[in-house]
T-cell receptor
Framework: SAVISQKPSRDICQRGTSLTIQCQVD?????MFWYRQQPGQSLTLIATANQGSEATYESGFVIDKFPISRPNLTFSTLTVSNMSPEDSSIYLC???????????FGPGTRLTVT | GESVGLHLPTLSVQEGDNSIINCAYS??????FIWYKQESGKGPQFIIDIRSNMDKRQGQRVTVLLNKTVKHLSLQIAATQPGDSAVYFC??????????FGEGTQLTVNP
């Protein structure tokens, strides 16, 4: 399986500011995803990061709030913009390779907004 | 829309016992299912998957059973160990599409 790293691992931010989370994979992957996991809850897909084009967002998530970049097949960023305490969550990067069904996750970024 | 849910939000077992974690799904078009283990402070870890053309798959100490008739999935852990304590999620998907996750079951293994 691919080795996935995320930076930062955690952060405490003030409301109204923005944070960019980086996801780096040790091999080229076809699909990259960003998930949110609120405390004690399951995972919710924010968007699929598309290489060379705009991300595909799920219902309830918009590009202005969660801009995503994917400049190549091993790297992606998620920005959480104009943060509020409701954005306090774990943000997870996930990857899938080619036609494989298996999907793997990074360690997550724990964000606290005060 | 489709949904994936779990019957038991918490499960407590004695070390050495077998554990069974259940999951119900509603999308009959789902053609694969994955079980993940998430330890505190970590990302979900892939445990085992199963395709819809199978009804059973075994891994190391784990077995996944799929009953498409009643849209039910289970994860069996043999000889449960303290290191198995975690939250377990089932997820379902169709070919090339996103995964949908269940609510999670907290497994606690008592020594």
């Amino acid at each position: 399986s691919a080795v996935i790293s995320q930076k930062p691992s955690r952060d405490i931010c003030q409301r109204g500011t923005s944070l960019t989370i980086q996801c780096q994979v040790d091999s080229q992957v076809t699909m990259m995803f960003w998930y949110r996991q609120q405390p004690g809850q399951s995972l919710t897909l924010i968007a699929t990061a598309n290489q060379g084009s705009e991300a595909t967002y799920e219902s309830g998530f918009v590009i202005d709030k969660f801009p995503i970049s994917r400049p190549n097949l091993t790297f992606s960023t998620l920005t959480v913009s104009n943060m509020s305490p409701e954005d306090s969550s774990i943000y997870l990067c996930s990857v899938r390779q080619g036609l494989a069904y298996e999907q793997y996750f990074g360690p997550g970024t724990r964000l606290t907004v005060t | 829309g489709e949904s994936v849910g779990l019957h038991l939000p918490t499960l407590s077992v004695q070390e050495g016992d077998n554990s069974i974690i259940n999951c119900a799904y509603s999308n009959s078009a789902s053609d694969y299912f994955i079980w993940y283990k998430q330890e505190s402070g970590k990302g979900p870890q892939f445990i085992i998957d199963i395709r819809s053309n199978m009804d059973k798959r075994q891994g190391q100490r784990v077995t996944v059973l799929l009953n498409k008739t009643v849209k039910h999935l289970s994860l069996q852990i043999a000889a449960t160990q303290p290191g198995d304590s975690a939250v377990y999620f089932c997820a379902e998907g169709t070919s090339g599409s996103r995964l949908t996750f269940g609510e999670g079951t907290q497994l606690t293994v008592n020594p």
